[in-house]
């Protein structure tokens, strides 16, 4: 007996008046058909099949998940679309149907509905909620569920119901095959619901037993721009309150936003405004100043990054400053007890330990080795129009500001350059290097002055 997974993916999502399909908006960087995903592969299920429609193949080329593809090339209903994915089915699996669009289901929940699923009982997902309208109603006699009504085809009665369907479902393969032939599209939306099964299935004897999620917000599907806002809005405050709950001081926890991974060691502080992409990781007391943006990148203990930072797959070391508006591209790899300050982008940079870059200045394509200083407006001149050149500055090199450093060079330790100076040849250890044009003092210059009108 395996379980296999069936998402329906293949819908438009006409109310998010897009032209990309609704599965591939981003919650917390992530499509939302990755986060279905995502959990449900930690259900280690023997297949996943996808059922696609509506741009299916950009849907293919976004989604890297290993994954079987089915094509609902005419949208005819949720049961027709399962009936599309049903190729890797075999009647003893049991199959677990979910949606692309539903993006925080948790694990457990599915886990629940696949346990009371058996050759007797099929799972279902429902909740009670206040204000039903626009879901399916759970019908029942005698405390047991006997059928789902869609509200377009309920009664007045059946609309005051307030136990509504949320559209996930555990079956058995065999019995999925056999009542997904017998349902019909006689009803408003001239569609084959796959809700129509549970009707089909208690007269057949199989009994259909409720699931009910956590928290009402697992069931929460996508289907407009301001309800991709609240879930991401909800999505960041849950993971707020864990990183918090790890020790993590936030400043404001309304403002902080994590699209991807986020590992904190212990008395971590991160002030307000600030992202994190990718997969990121802060090491123990490690600072992060307001509206920092950090993606895919490193940063070692007793670091403090100042306010206005972006760093885009960068390592810092540990006892290091950087900031404020500083901005750490990729390939920036830091030693410890470095100073990157103000208005300095680095980028495939290596900065030895003790290193400063304090102000305004450009180092690119370089090796720093240990205990430089480099003056502010100092550029590393890396790039000839058609290559990238490599610029090092060895140990104990002091280089003076607005400095050009034309690469490939190499500054020895110890040396100094003389500020103003551009570089073009080795810089010899131990001594001064500059090249400064000769000052002039033009005797009897006068100032030009505006011509009277």
């Known amino acids: 007996m395996a379980v296999r997974l069936i998402v329906l993916a293949a819908g438009k999502g006409t109310r998010m008046k897009s032209a990309m399909p609704k599965v591939l908006h981003c919650l917390a960087g992530k ?15 023997a297949s996943i099949t996808v059922v696609v429609g509506h741009e299916a193949e950009q849907v293919k080329q976004t989604i890297t998940h290993p994954v079987h593809w089915a094509l609902q090339s005419e949208q005819l209903g949720t049961g027709h679309a399962v009936r599309e994915g049903m190729d890797a089915i075999e009647d003893d699996d049991t199959v677990l149907i979910t949606y ?5 289901t948790r694990a457990s929940t599915y886990q629940a509905l696949l346990d009371v699923c058996s050759g007797k009982s099929i799972g279902l997902l429902t909740l009670m909620m206040e204000d039903p309208t626009g879901y399916g109603r759970i019908l029942r006699e005698g405390g047991a569920v006997v059928g789902v009504v869609e509200q377009k085809d309920a009664t007045q009665d059946q609309l005051g119901i307030h136990e509504v369907n949320a559209g996930v479902v555990s079956i058995k393969g065999g019995s999925l095959r056999s009542l997904l032939s017998r349902i019909s599209n006689k009803n408003a939306q001239g569609e084959y619901y796959l809700t129509d099964i549970h009707e089909l299935a208690v007269k057949e004897g ?19 721009r301001s309800q991709l806002a609240r879930l991401e809005r909800l999505h960041q405050a849950h993971l707020a309150q864990a990183l918090m709950a790890t020790g993590v001081t936030l400043a ?29 990781v802060l090491g123990s007391n490690v600072h992060v100043g307001p509206n920092c943006l950090i993606s895919g990148s490193r940063v070692a203990d007793d670091t403090t990054i100042l306010a206005n930072c972006v760093l885009e797959k960068a390592e810092v070391g540990s006892n290091a400053t950087v900031g404020p508006f500083a901005r750490l591209r990729p390939g ?9 300050g103000n208005f300095v982008e680095t980028k495939n940079a290596r900065i030895g330990s003790g290193s400063k870059i304090n102000h305004l200045s450009y180092v690119g394509d370089a090796v720093l080795g240990k205990q430089v200083n480099v003056g502010a407006g100092t550029i590393t001149c890396n ?37 103003g100076s551009t570089i073009t040849h080795r810089a010899s250890a131990d001594k001064l290097t500059l090249t400064r044009a000769k000052q002039t003092e033009i005797e009897h210059w006068v100032r030009p002055v505006k011509k009277k009108s």
């Open 332 to 340: 920036t790899v830091t030693d410890d007890g470095i100073r990157i």
């Open 383 to 419: 790039y000839d129009g058609a290559n990238k050149h490599q610029t090092t500055i060895e140990d104990g090199a002091f280089i003076g500001s607005n400095t050009a450093l034309v690469a490939p060079v190499v500054v020895s330790a110890g040396a100094t350059v003389g500020a």
């Open 100 to 104: 692309g669009d539903v993006p925080l």
């Open 252 to 280: 404001d926890p309304a403002r902080i936003d994590i699209r991807g991974t986020l590992a904190t060691g212990t008395d971590v502080v991160i002030d307000a405004n600030c992202i994190f992409e990718g997969d990121c």
């Open 206 to 224: 199989l009994a259909v037993t409720a699931v009910h999620p956590q928290d009402a917000w697992e069931v929460d599907g996508v289907n407009s």
């Open 31 to 45: 499509p939302l058909l990755a986060h279905v995903l995502d959990t449900g592969a930690t259900l280690d299920p």
